[in-house]
């Protein structure tokens, strides 16, 4: 299994801190069946900056780390960027990395709280330098989770969105738990992957949000999910369902 998303990094953000904690968090995936990992350390969050030509150096030592631990784990490189104007301007600067290097997907996070008012605009503009954006985890964020439409419009027009398997599985609360389900209901999502900073509080959960997804949407959503991580990994188009907007609950706006 491949996990698009992960700080397994050592020491370059909020994710693992040192090598150890690196070689703790493969442990974790190879239990769960993932035998590829895309590390995607934070870039221009306001906290971390992560240059590609840095992430590419770092990626090749993990690896080689992990190969004297005698651990099946391949790690690729990726990004996570918070969107920024000039994200463009640094792509042709050669900053920016899409995920595994190779592949035209490249991550974009709002920040938590808002979607910024050029985020349109500039998801537009992404994918005619031909590239496509990956929203990730759109159900954290506080006014995605109150303008259902608007990523309903995003998705519309062009962008695929992950989400964050410790989502489905409830640990960022109810109402998270119930918007992931509706983003799935509404073919809203195209990825699911762990997020995992580290082994406790920010762990990988993809064997839970799996047994989650085939429970309660059957198999093929698995192999939806599963598939179009491999097919990124490949460099190949993924599966798109066509998007539906999100039915809320509006019983007292009828009357
Ligand atoms: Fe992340």
């Keep these: 299994m491949i996990d698009i998303h992960c700080h397994i990094l050592p020491g370059v953000d909020d994710g693992a801190k040192n090598l150890s904690d690196s070689i703790a968090m493969a442990k974790q995936a190879i239990s769960e069946g993932i035998d590829i990992i895309i590390a995607t350390p934070h870039h221009k969050n306001g906290t971390y900056i992560n ?21 099946n784990l391949t790690v690729l490189p990726g990004q996570e960027n918070r969107i920024f104007g000039e994200i ?29 008012r050029y985020a349109k ?5 992404i994918q005619l330098k031909g590239l496509h954006p990956i929203i990730v985890h759109p ?17 519309k027009n062009g962008a695929a969105t992950q989400i964050t398997a410790a989502s489905l599985t409830g640990y960022f609360g109810k109402k998270i738990k119930r918007y ?16 995992a900073h ?42 798109r369902e066509v998007p539906e907007p999100i ?4 019983f007292f706006g009828l009357f």
């Design 139 to 155: 159900e954290r964020n506080a006014q995605l989770i109150e303008n259902p439409d608007l990523l309903y419009e995003f998705v």
């Design 198 to 239: 580290n082994t406790t509080t920010r762990a990988f959960k993809m064997n839970e949000a799996l047994d989650i997804l085939e429970q309660k949407y059957g198999v093929d959503s698995v192999y939806y999910f599963t598939e179009n991580a491999e097919l990124l990994a490949e460099g190949n188009h993924i599966f």
């Design 88 to 116: 463009i301007e640094d792509y042709d600067q050669g900053d920016i990395l899409t995920l595994t290097g190779h592949s035209t997907y490249l991550f974009i996070e709002f920040p938590s709280g808002h979607v910024p």
């Design 121 to 125: 605009q500039l998801l537009y503009d």
């Design 247 to 250: 039915k809320t609950k509006k």
């Design 51 to 71: 240059r590609k030509i840095d992430i590419l150096n770092k990626v090749k030592e993990l690896n080689e780390a992990f190969k004297t631990e005698g651990l």
């Design 180 to 195: 992931t389900e509706q983003i799935i209901e509404s073919n809203l999502t195209h990825f699911i992957a762990s997020d």
